[in-house]
């Protein structure tokens, strides 16, 4: 599918200007959305009821307050909030560049692409270069939908990043948790750091992770279409509580366990044996030591539903 830009804008690089297009880098239209309905399963359409006497507002007749007070509000008029609001400007204009890594990933919004316009390719790609080398990104101010914005600009493989960022007060910080910071001796550290070392990988590889809550989603929604009754997944040991045990035996638990799973020989289709049919015939009357119901057990599992007769 062709990507379709939303907007044309200039960066605005010393003096030179560098025309650009911009495109959404992220997919919003990617997850499973549902619809409210009716109980005879039409749409419902919603509605603005006022706290005071209970009837249907209709939307041209709101205003819009701002509550300086408990129920004491200021109101403005769409023109003059439309007069508060920044001027939109399809110039970028470039204020300062930062060490890319300087910039904290937890101030990061909405992610774009931006490509070079007509006329745009030999700019766009010396500011690319530049700041590869540089090993900096770009710090700029963006005028769109009648905010100013702060984006960062930062050089990407086969192009160029358009990253918003969030403002100061939009961030909270982690001092305002007052985590306590409890000492941890060196033996479980350099555990700790073994662990690390056996499932570290050399970089993020997004497509190794799937969205396994939209998998189940989507394969319900399928079940549905079919006609199948759904059931209910069994909670995982995961979600059943935790228990309190010893850091130590954790840490070295989780080492064995990764060792043993590395050390493990892959099995593949060809290595396994097919098990041959086997005649059963399961006496109940006859009391059994549990041992040997384990291990009968265990050959009525892989017997063919038609071969198993139940003598009561």
Known sequence: MTA?????LTLSF?????????YSATDNAAGVGFNLLTPEGGRVKQQYISEATGEVVAR???KKGYEFEKGQFVVFAPDELKALEEGASHVVEIVSFVPEKSVDPLYYDKAYFIAPDKRGGKPYSLLQRAMRESERCALAKWSYKGKTRIVQIRPAEEGMVF?????????????????????VSDSELKLALQIIDQVSEDAYDPAAYEDEEKKRILEAIDRKIAGKQIVSPAASAEESGGQVIDLMEA??????????KRAAPAKTPATKKAAAPVDVEVLATKPRRPAKRAALKAEVKEVPPAKVRVRK
């Open 4 to 8: 379709r830009s939303i907007a044309s």
């Open 14 to 22: 010393g003096l030179v200007s560098i025309p650009v297009k911009l």
């Open 60 to 62: 041209a007749d709101m």
């Open 163 to 183: 990253q918003q960022l969030l403002f100061a007060d939009e961030v909270r910080a982690l001092s305002d948790l007052n985590i306590e910071q409890v000492t």
């Open 251 to 260: 840490l070295r638990a989780s080492l064995s366990a990764n060792k043993a």
